[in-house]
Every structure is written in C-alpha cells, then in structure tokens.
C-alpha cells in the first residue's frame, strides 16, 4: 500500500495526476488518499473536513487507480503520520507499506512527530522531478545518517520488504498549487481554476460557496 497525505484542500490534478503516476510506476500497488483533519504542519484547512472528502471522492471517479482512507478525519487530535501508519500496520503487519512525500518534506522529516519510527512502520518513497537528486549537504545530521542507511535504488523492494527503505522515484512535475487555486476562486478567477482540478469537484466548489473572497469590496 502506499500513502499519500495531505489537507486536499482543495483537491487538484497535482495530487491526482502524482497517484496515477505512482500507480503506474511502482505497480501493482494500492495508492490510499488519506486527507488530515488537524495537520500537524500548517493552519486548519478553508474547507471542512466533510466538503474535503466530499470533493475527493469526486475527484477519484476520474482516477479509478485511487481509493480514499478516512481514518484521519475519523481521529481526533492532530493528525500525525506516524498513528496513521501504526495503525495501518496494526491491521496488516506483514503487508507492504509506504509513505508518498516530497523532496522539500523529507528534507523537514526531522520535525516530524517520531520521525524515525516511520521507517520502522513503511517504506519513503520520495517523490521528485525527473534528474533530480536531494542535497545530501542540506540535510540535518540525523536524517542523512538515514538516507545512506537505507536508500535503495531498486523499486522493487518496496514489495520485498515490509518498511525500512528509501526509495527515490521520479514523476511528472506538476507545479500546481491548492494556495493558488483558492486565491483564484476568492478572486471569482473561476475560468483559471478550471484548468487545475475536475469539473465536478469545481462545481462541488461553486455549489457549496467554497473559497470565497469573505470582504470582497475591502481595498
């Protein structure tokens, strides 16, 4: 299984297009949506928690190659990665895990709640732009001590062992950003916004009044 967070909030072809991706790449795999109630990392989301996964299961009528986990919006307190794996691997222990991030998160992996129990419940697959490769010098001590641990540059023991590796794996950049898409909708930007999500979720959007400009005639 492979784990991919975040707040969709909202929902984009960034976060869709870079499953499908992983999908593909790594298959045969089963890439999980797990949307944040209370992210550890950032503000509370725009949008509710019920409107976030209302638009996710929108969204992956458009991408049958992913599912959805609610488990986080279903636990109260902050939404840390570390209980949602643990509890993934409750279920299942001898199954195949992994955790999707980004290259600028792992390298803030340090700050994470029990970072270094996530290599002990999953794979890291870290996902970045074709050619690219992390800067070791910028890493904090501890995480590099990890990443020449445990960096594999074989994708298939992602399915040998349970957890433990580093896996770096290339995908389509897809510079599209949920920050810039509720800056377009609060500016009524409906034509632009368009482009970077699925119609139904748009629609979901203008249905339900998301995102929009709260003092529309302040200076």
Same mark, same amino acid.
């Not at 279920?91 to 709640?113: I, K, N, S």
């Given at each position: ?20 991706? &992983? /999908? ?17 990392? +950032? ?28 488990? !986080?919006?279903? +636990? ?10 643990? !509890?993934? +691997?409750? !279920? ?25 129990? &996530? ?42 062992? +349970?957890?433990? /590796? ?18 377009? &909708? ?12 699925? /119609? ?20």
């Amino acid at each position: 299984m492979l784990v991919l967070g975040g707040t969709f909030d909202p929902v984009h072809y960034g976060h869709l297009r870079l499953g499908r991706d &992983l /999908a593909r790449a790594l298959a045969p795999v089963d890439v999980r949506l797990v949307p944040a109630r209370d992210p550890p990392h +950032r503000s509370m989301p725009a949008a509710s928690a019920g409107d976030r996964l209302a638009m996710l299961r929108l969204a992956v009528r458009e991408f049958p190659e992913l599912a959805i986990d609610t488990r !986080e919006l279903e +636990r109260q307190g902050k939404s840390y990665t570390v209980l949602t794996l643990a !509890e993934l +691997r409750a !279920e299942r222990p001898q199954r195949p895990l992994a955790l999707v991030v980004g290259a600028d998160a792992f390298l803030g992996l340090p700050t994470w709640h029990r970072w270094k129990e &996530l290599f002990t419940l999953a794979h890291i697959v870290v996902a970045a732009r074709p050619g690219t490769t992390l800067a070791i010098e910028a890493m904090a001590p501890h995480l590099k001590i990890e990443w020449e641990r445990r960096l594999e540059p074989d994708p298939g023991a992602l399915r040998r062992e +349970r957890a433990g /590796a580093i896996v770096l794996q290339a995908v389509t950049p897809q510079p599209i950003s949920a920050t810039a898409i509720r800056a377009m &909708l609060a500016r009524g930007d409906v034509s632009d916004a368009a482009r970077l999500l699925p /119609a139904d979720v748009l629609t979901y959007i203008a249905d339900h009044r998301l995102y929009r400009d709260p003092h529309p005639d302040a200076p």
